[in-house]
């Protein structure tokens, strides 16, 4: 099998990136880890790529000193890694919107709320002080506008009584590793497509990956 290379872009922790390296094990997997990329090289998500023997590459954005020549870096390092699709994993730089467009329809992030709602950072306590009782996990395509993309697959879970930002932040996070390489997946396979700003589907496996719930 021809797998599509991946490149992944993270920022820290990691654990949404190691959800996606352990499911390209699997030989039904279609997609392989052809590099991970930081803009921040103390990263520990970089130590966990490197000991699962994947290419690692750490892009300062403090030392690149702008927004356009981190992308530009990136970009280029994408290109020599011959990447196909993009993931973003914890990444928590803003791109311009030329890197975006050179990639349109190609890189994907996840981000931890039910998007539109909760864009940004500290999803989790905007969550629990908007009172929602539903919460959760978004993929979706990336676009010139910050986590405002053609949402792809959600993931939800309850508010429970008593949840502060860590209890739900703990319950969200499996179901992102859950659901990132499943969407992953079915989008190297080209079962997942962005036209027009709108989300298609090839088929009912791949559109049924758009809601994951839990409990
Ligand atoms: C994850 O919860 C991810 O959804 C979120 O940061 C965390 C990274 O954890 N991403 C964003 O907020 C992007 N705007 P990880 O490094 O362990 O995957």
């Known amino acids: 099998m021809n797998r599509k290379r991946v490149g992944i872009l993270i920022s820290g922790r990691g654990s949404n990136m190691a959800s996606l390296i352990e499911a390209a094990r699997s030989e039904s997997c279609v997609y392989e880890v052809a590099c991970v990329i930081s803009n921040r090289p103390d990263a520990r998500g970089l130590q966990l790529a490197k000991n699962a023997g994947i290419n690692t590459i750490a892009l300062d954005h403090k030392s690149l000193g702008t927004r356009e020549a981190l992308d530009e870096a990136m970009h280029e390092a994408l290109l020599a890694n011959k990447v196909e699709f993009v993931a973003c994993a914890g990444f928590m730089r803003i791109m311009t919107a030329d890197f975006v467009a050179r990639w349109e329809g190609k890189i994907i992030n996840i981000h931890p709320s039910l998007l539109p709602l909760f864009k940004g950072v500290d999803t989790h306590e905007h969550a629990l002080r908007a009172g929602v009782r539903v919460h959760g996990c978004s993929v979706h395509f990336v676009s010139a506008e910050l986590d405002a993309g053609a949402i792809i697959a959600q993931g939800v879970v309850k508010v429970l009584p008593g949840d502060d930002a860590d209890t739900l932040a ?14 992953l997946n079915a989008l190297a396979e080209g079962r997942i497509r962005l036209n027009d700003n709108l989300v298609e589907f090839t088929d009912d496996d791949a559109a049924n990956l758009s809601l994951l719930a839990a409990g």
């Open 170 to 183: 703990a319950r969200v996070l499996p179901i992102e590793h859950k659901l990132y390489p499943k969407v």
